[in-house]
């Protein structure tokens, strides 16, 4: 898979991308991450980016004709992939578009600066306005690195253990139950007798409970969405059970 970045700060990409696990992934082959400067498409002898707006107002507009020029020139024209606009105004970016994402070959991102973007860029250029949450950043940058993160993990070949992805909290619909390691007891806290029971039936029923009942009590929006008949007999009993209890109102 295939990142296209559109940046006008593309040394901010370097530090993150070139630690951990998404070095290794590009080492591997699985994935490219390929910077491109959009100051690289400008015209005029002093690389301009961006321009006040028209109507007046404060704050500087990314012009269009570099971020135009950039993103045809790698995606081809009009753009063969999505094109990505990194924008507090997007769509909450959250695990199911992380895994439609992973599907693609090639994804283009633009990471913004200034007050905004020129309108004909949303309008003409872009297919996913993408936003990492409801707060505003001073570019699109970290936001691009946190996307190309989440969906780079989900890349087959990147995680050491392939179940990994799949466990995860948001992936199952559900957050992940709770986890230990060595020792069994620490300052007295044990770890429950059932993950050292050897069982690993009632193992798997512990964890999915776990799971529900930390999701309705941390996450009740995602409990009503979750389907149950996705449970084993028991987990979907104790799920029931607990929604007659406290039916969630949010
Ligand atoms: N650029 C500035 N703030 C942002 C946000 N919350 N999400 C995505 N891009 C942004």
Known sequence: MKFEIFT???EIFSPYL????LDKAAK???VEFNLHNIRDY???SHHTTDDTPYGGGGGMVM????????VESVTGTPPQCPVLLMTPQGKVFDQELAHTLAEEPQVAIICGRYEGYDERIREHLVTHEVSIGDFVLTGGELPALLVMDAITRLLPGVLGDPTGAIDDSHSSGLLEYPHYTRPVEYRGWRVPDVLLSGDH???EDWRSMQAIERTNKKRPDMILKFNPEELSKKPRAFL???L???PNKS
Do not use: R, V
């Open 8 to 10: 006008i700060l593309p």
């Open 18 to 21: 070139s630690a951990s696990i």
């Open 28 to 30: 591997k082959g699985l």
């Open 42 to 44: 400008t015209n005029d």
């Open 63 to 70: 012009k269009p004709e570099p971020i135009f020029d950039a």
């Open 201 to 203: 039936q009632k193992i």
């Open 240 to 242: 029931i059970d607990l």
């Open 244 to 246: 007659k209890k406290s």
